[in-house]
Structure formats: structure tokens, C-alpha cells
């Protein structure tokens, strides 16, 4: 993808004046394979391309970007680790024992519902911050599957999308609904609700032909899987929270043993800039998807005018020992309370940082997440030691 045609896509001009500024002679080129398991118009595609320029405009390496057709979500983890593809975007709730101390953090994705505006860019921080300086635990689950961690993902926050209106949490009682993750899952439980688990690609019909009543989903995939036309409703930030269970950019180990300091570095950088390309264009998309349903007649209320705020506030304070014994007995995760607080102390930093910065500017928050995170990395040890 051309500098132009990432600007059409969203990218700052300013980044890509940026990358652009930063291109000179390199030494013999390397090509990595990047598979991200999604179609090619979707946020996860948009940030491999944006590291793709970057590596070509700062170092030998170049990113051949497969969107679809090398590996799929569910093969990627795999993928990575047996070096069929060199970098990729790995779901790790796919992966639930392999990765339960990384889904541990993620499943407390419902303590951004609220106490912040851009819900997507507090949590993917909080979790990158938390798997690359807080939690070895956490780098050793990667290791172990042959890979390095090097960004998180996340999207916007989840809301009801629904053939039908729903006016209160009461309304939700002996309905089906659409869950992709655990947490979300025990949500619809816990309002009386039957959770439902298909992929995203059946969301449609299933709306369509009544066997699910809503879809918990970021609003961007509403448009994305083309929704509008068997959506009536929308409750906006209920459930809240993102899905966050996502390793926007791992690298096989062994390839990454076999770059030098240089090359390594860079990857490091490009892994800030994966980071912030795909929360920030995650709420761009959801802003413009706002307005598309709004624009097709749904309607859509919040969660604060519905109740849904407070009714979650207090299905949490039982949800967090719910997923304390979760990840205790079920995954054998050690000091799951101590790791929980952890978590928890980093959500609430990253809700105050995140007001710093405009949640469209994809440069301020790279940067913001490069002098938070990825400046205090041992860049020479990462993923080495």
C-alpha cells in the first residue's frame, strides 16, 4: 500500500510524511510474512500496512501483508509458532490454556464501561503495558508458543445491536444473544439472557431469522458484516468494555533470534505504531458507524439512559471473583488476586492518560504509548533473555 493510499484510509498525513522523511539506503532486504486472519478493509490489515511502510521507510526489513488466505484466526497461533507466517494477530482467547494469564487481564475489559471516552485506546494500553513490563508470566505463555509479543489490539466498546428495542436490563430476560468472549457471556447470564456463541460471519442471519434478538459487537463490525438492514436498535456502550484479547503483532522467535539489535529495535517501534493504529482506527470506524446506523434509521440510546451503567457496575463486583476463581482453578494462574490488582491499577492509569491525547491522533498516541511502554523496554533483551 502506497503513502497515499494510506492517507485515504485514515492515516495521518503527518505520519506519513513521517515514514517518509525517515527513508534512505538500507542494507539487503529481508521480507517478512504478516497474516492477520481478516479481510483486507478491516482495522487489524490497516495497521500491518502502516508497519509495513514504516519498516520499508527505517530499515532493511520489508512486510508482505496477507490479509486473508495464509492462515486463519484460529490457525494463526500455530501459524506463527511453526514459521508459516513470520508475524501475525493472534486472538489468544482462540487459545484459552495457552494463553490464560494474557485472557486473564483481557476478561477485565467491563472496568472501562465507564470513566472514559475512548474505552479501546485505555484497555489496549493497559494490556500491552501489563504484558510487556508487568507480567513475565504473561511474556513466558508466549515464549512457550515460539513467539514475541510485541502489541496489543482492541476495539471499540461493545454494544447491543438488536432487531428489537430494548429499553431497560430487564428487557433482556429469556432473550438469545451473540457472544464472542467469556465476559461478555456471563453479562447476558446475569441479566437472564441465553448467550449464544457463533462467529462474526453469521451474525446476519442469525439477527435475520430471529435465533439471536441482538449481537454483542463493536459498532464498526455492525457495518462491516452489513447489519443495518436487520438492526432496529442499538444500546450503545452496553455491555461496554472491548474485546482485548488480542496480539496485534507477534513475531516467530526464531526468526526474531535471528535479526540483529538494529532490526529487532525497529520492530519494537513498529510494534508501538501496530499498537495505536488499530485502537485509533478502531474509534474512527466507530464514529463514522454511528452516524451510518443512525443514517439507516436504528435507533440507538446508551447505556447510561438505559441503566445498563449501573446495572453492570454492580454484575462487576461479582464478575471480578468470578474471574479470580476462573483463572485460579480452571487455568492454574498463580497470584491471580495480585495480578488482578495489577490490572486493575493499570486501566485506571491508562483512563487518565488516554484524556491527554485526541483518541483520532494516531501519532499522539503512538507516542504516548512509546514513552509509557515501549521506551522502558531492555530493547537488547526482549524476547532474548
Known amino acids: 500500500m502506497t503513502l497515499a493510499k494510506m492517507h485515504r484510509r485514515g492515516m495521518p498525513a503527518a505520519l506519513a510524511v513521517l515514514l517518509a522523511a525517515s527513508a534512505g539506503a538500507h542494507g539487503a532486504e529481508r521480507t517478512l510474512t504478516v497474516a492477520s486472519g481478516f479481510p483486507d478493509s478491516a482495522v487489524p490489515p490497516y495497521g500491518h500496512h502502516a508497519v509495513a511502510e514504516f519498516l520499508e521507510a527505517n530499515s532493511d ?18 501459524g506463527i509458532r511453526d514459521g ?28 472501562v464501561q465507564k470513566g472514559v471516552d475512548a474505552p479501546g485506546l485505555a484497555m489496549v494500553a493497559a494490556m500491552t503495558e501489563y504484558v510487556m513490563l508487568d507480567c513475565p508470566d504473561c511474556q513466558d505463555e508466549y515464549l512457550a508458543q515460539n513467539q514475541v509479543f510485541l502489541g496489543g489490539g482492541a476495539s471499540t466498546e461493545y454494544s447491543l445491536v438488536c432487531n428489537r428495542a430494548i429499553e431497560s436490563p430487564a428487557d433482556l430476560k429469556g432473550l438469545s444473544l451473540r457472544s464472542g468472549a467469556s465476559v461478555f457471556g456471563r453479562w447476558a447470564e446475569h441479566f437472564g439472557a441465553v448467550k449464544v456463541a457463533i462467529p462474526g460471519s453469521e451474525m446476519y442471519e442469525a439477527l435475520a431469522q430471529n435465533v439471536v434478538q441482538c449481537t454483542m459487537v463493536g459498532l464498526p463490525d455492525a457495518i462491516n458484516f452489513q447489519l443495518t438492514d436487520v438492526t432496529r436498535h442499538v444500546v450503545k456502550n452496553a455491555p461496554g468494555g472491548v474485546f482485548a484479547g488480542a496480539a496485534s503483532l507477534n513475531v516467530n522467535l526464531d526468526l ?10 525497529v520492530l519494537i517501534d513498529a510494534g508501538a505504531l501496530m499498537t495505536a493504529a488499530t485502537a485509533v482506527e478502531y474509534y474512527r470506524q466507530g464514529v463514522k458507524a454511528e452516524k451510518t446506523l443512525t443514517d439507516a434509521g436504528v435507533s440507538i440510546v446508551t447505556a447510561d439512559e438505559t441503566g445498563f451503567t449501573e446495572a453492570t457496575q454492580a454484575f462487576l463486583a461479582e464478575d471480578m471473583k468470578t474471574i479470580e476463581a476462573q483463572f485460579s482453578d480452571l487455568y492454574g494462574v498463580e497470584n491471580v488476586a495480585g495480578k488482578m490488582e495489577t490490572v486493575r491499577g493499570l ?7 488516554v484524556a491527554e491525547v485526541d483518541p483520532s491522533d494516531l501519532e499522539g ?14 530493547r537488547a533483551a526482549y524476547g532474548i533473555n
Do not use: C, H
Open 84 to 111: 508459516i507466517a513470520d508475524m501475525g494477530y493472534v486472538l489468544t482467547p482462540y487459545f484459552a490454556a495457552e494463553y490464560s494469564e494474557t485472557n486473564m487481564a483481557a476478561d477485565m475489559t467491563l472496568l
Open 61 to 78: 526489513l520489508r512486510a508482505d501483508v496477507q490479509s486473508l488466505g495464509l492462515l486463519t484466526l484460529a490457525e494463526m497461533s500455530p
Open 365 to 378: 498516541f503512538r507516542d504516548l504509548l512509546k514513552a509509557e511502554i515501549y521506551d522502558k523496554l531492555d
Open 256 to 265: 526474531w533470534r535471528e535479526l540483529d539489535d538494529a532490526q529487532r529495535s
Open 347 to 353: 486501566i485506571e492509569k491508562w483512563k487518565a492518560k
